[in-house]
RNA sequence: GGCCCCGUAGCUCAGCGGAUAGAGCAGCAGCCUUCUAAGCUGUUGGUCGCAGGUUCAAUUCCUGCCGGGGUCGCCA
């Protein structure tokens, strides 16, 4: 029910007709919505696409196709204009059985097979497991989060993904802060916590856990207790982070834990290394020292590197440390091969902008492992400033003084976090004001959106008052007399919610969950727009006093409206409130 | 120095190779004696960082500069 692809298949059909089809190249051909006025509804830049192949003036086969066209009874009007643009205006009545169409798909409007069931792996989140989730990590949640219900909109078969790094020396560091934790448990004063230790309170409960199933027995244990500590906190921080998830409406299907590759028994990294070394992209070198900036502890080794270069990376990458142990990026290399392994050739990883220069070298890996048949693609987050009606939230690392993700759900709740993390392109830095996304104006664009959902509830409450005579449940308004839809406006209304099904494919196709929120923003500013005409000329509103038939069609369209703000608020994972008191 | 991202209206930003480049805010001019719930309507404002290239067509793709940010073996 994609408005555009239908009338692409048209203008192709046409196409034939017109020129006949001897083997010209028809795939470039599309239909887009206009973006004047002045330009009709829709316009298909056919033939300009064909001019060249062809050997003829854009103008005249604009002609030729466009006579075809006129034969069309849906199509009401077709203008050649500009360089060879053939626009097209639609009758009335193809867009109100459009609306028609919409209200019957309901729930599935806007959803396309486009994705045919196909695997995809998105990976998001994957804070390390040493404290809880910050806002810096809020972004790349939301983002990743939205991006896969956006692909699960495009039918395919999605998993949420968070890769736990409780492999390296953090975790390590993180084990020892426990230990003093729980030494202080047993009652030991403890003072200060060394430099170079965590010293969060959260890992308080971590030593009294201890404290508690192990008594005093950790004190003399040796290295084991280290362990012990270790897992025990990397599971306790993991029950806190997925419950700040939660906060923010998230639920992975998997966590797949770093560690898990080199422990039980085999080894995966091992293993990757392997189908790497049968591929014949492994081998002992020597790296040049990094250019343009003082390494002074740098040791030219001979060691085991990777050849990323052969996949577009910059230099090859090693594997090994000088002490022995894998680096993160053979690690990593090994769970991007369990990715494929696990049958996923699309795989998306979210990460923050502090990790860009990690892009080639994990794409070369994915490549590399999978023999090209998979592929990744990263979405680098951006950084979020904090302000607070206009002034800038100090933050520092050093003195623990950095905002927690539940803080900020807490004060402002998880929509407009959710909604403004993704009212920005991923990639270019966010501006987040604690006042203003809870402010219920126009000017902030969660209200504006969520309000335009509520304002469709309240019509239908309205209707009920006013106009009870009116059957207002989805079947009737699907029966109704929807010719009587002939304002601009309210064509114009249709007109916006036939491009939903398109913003979703082209979103899911480029990986942009931005892209919903702003279709949102527009239609949401075209219903209250209407809505506004309402009060200038009564005659436009939709409870049409004495007249049932009318009121029903219109309470059809803001039915479609209603659907389509809460399919899109759905994909961010914003709720669509029926009122905003 | 290498690599990556960004550079579009005064500000914050949209813009999957298409026409006269858009939105919000700010500014300016009206309306707001009350209704459909958090105002409304209109309007000013641009060498799309610069220079080349590809194309019928470039803000969009490519190359090189300029400016801002990030990052740069054995951290994750």
Do not use: F, W
């Given at each position: 029910m994609n408005v555009f692809d239908d009338l692409t298949t048209r203008v192709r059909t046409a196409v034939r007709a017109a020129l006949g089809s001897e083997g010209a190249d028809l795939s470039r051909i599309v239909v887009e919505p206009a973006r004047e006025a002045g330009h009709g509804e829709l316009a298909t830049n056919a033939a300009m696409v064909l001019a060249k192949p062809l050997g003829r003036k854009p103008r005249e086969l604009a002609d030729a196709i466009a006579a075809e066209l006129r034969g069309d009874a849906d199509i009401a009007t077709v203008e050649v204009a500009g360089p060879g643009f053939i626009n097209l205006t639609l009758a009335p009545s193809f867009w109100q059985s459009l609306l028609g169409s919409i209200i019957a798909a309901d729930s599935a409007y806007g959803r396309s097979k486009r994705g045919a069931g196909e695997k995809v792996n998105v990976e998001y989140v994957s804070a390390n497991p040493t404290g809880p989730m910050h806002?810096?990590?809020?972004?790349?949640?939301?983002?990743?989060?939205?991006?896969?219900?956006?692909?699960?909109?495009?039918?395919?078969?999605?998993?949420?993904?968070?890769?736990?790094?409780?492999?390296?020396?953090?975790?390590?560091?993180?084990?020892?802060?426990?230990?003093?934790?729980?030494?202080?448990?047993?009652?030991?004063?403890?003072?200060?916590?060394?430099?170079?230790?965590?010293?969060?309170?959260?890992?308080?409960?971590?030593?009294?856990?201890?404290?508690?199933?192990?008594?005093?027995?950790?004190?003399?244990?040796?290295?084991?207790?280290?362990?012990?500590?270790?897992?025990?906190?990397?599971?306790?921080?993991?029950?806190?982070?997925?419950?700040?998830?939660?906060a923010l409406n998230i639920e992975h299907d998997v966590f797949f834990s770093e560690r898990s590759l080199i422990e039980g028994g085999t080894d995966r990294v091992a293993e990757a290394i392997q189908a790497l070394q049968a591929r014949g992209l492994i081998y002992e070198g020597r790296l040049p020292p990094p250019k343009g900036q003082v390494e002074p502890d740098w040791e030219d080794r001979e060691q085991m590197l990777f050849r990323s270069t052969e996949f577009g990376d910059d230099v090859d990458r090693p594997l090994i440390k000088s002490d022995g142990s894998y680096t993160y990026f053979a690690s990593d290399i090994a769970y991007h091969y369990d990715k494929y392994l696990r049958g996923f050739r699309q795989m998306i990883d979210v990460w923050g902008a502090d990790h860009g220069g990690y892009i080639k070298r994990v794409q070369a890996a994915v490549k590399a492992v999978s023999g090209g048949e998979a592929a990744a693609d990263v979405k680098i987050c951006q950084l979020v400033n904090l302000f607070r009606a206009g002034v800038p939230v100090k933050m520092s690392k050093r003195s623990g003084n950095f905002v927690t993700l539940r803080e900020v759900v807490q004060e402002v709740g998880v929509d407009p976090v959710r909604f403004m993390m993704v009212f920005r392109r991923n990639d270019a830095p966010l501006d987040f004001d604690f006042q203003k996304v809870t402010e219920q104006s126009k000017d902030n664009p969660v209200f504006y959106v969520q309000y335009a959902h509520a304002r469709t509830c309240s019509v239908f409450r309205q209707a009920a008052w006013e106009a009870p005579d009116v059957d207002a449940s989805a079947e009737a308004l699907g029966r109704a007399e929807l010719a009587r839809l002939v304002d601009s406006g309210e064509i114009g209304l249709i007109r916006r919610l036939a491009e939903f099904p398109r913003v979703i494919e082209s979103a899911g196709e480029a990986h942009e969950p931005h892209r919903i929120a702003y279709y949102l923003y527009e239609l949401a500013s075209e219903f209250h727009g209407h809505w506004n005409r309402g009060k200038e000329m009564p005659q436009l509103r939709f409870v049409n006093h004495g007249d049932r038939e009318s009121t029903a069609a219109r309470l059809a369209l803001v039915h479609a409206v209603r659907l389509v703000l809460a399919e899109g608020l759905a994909i961010l994972g914003v709720s669509a409130p029926v009122e905003m008191r």
């Open positions: 806002v810096g990590h809020c972004r790349g949640a939301v983002v990743g989060d939205a991006l896969a219900s956006l692909l699960e909109a495009n039918g395919y078969a999605v998993t949420r993904e968070y890769y736990i790094n409780d492999a390296g020396k953090q975790v390590e560091v993180l084990g020892e802060s426990a230990l003093l934790r729980y030494r202080e448990a047993l009652g030991e004063t403890i003072g200060e916590i060394p430099e170079g230790l965590y010293p969060g309170d959260y890992l308080v409960p971590v030593g009294q856990a201890l404290a508690q199933d192990y008594g005093p027995r950790l004190l003399n244990m040796g290295p084991e207790a280290l362990t012990i500590a270790r897992d025990t906190a990397v599971a306790m921080m993991m029950e806190m982070i997925r419950g700040d998830l939660a």
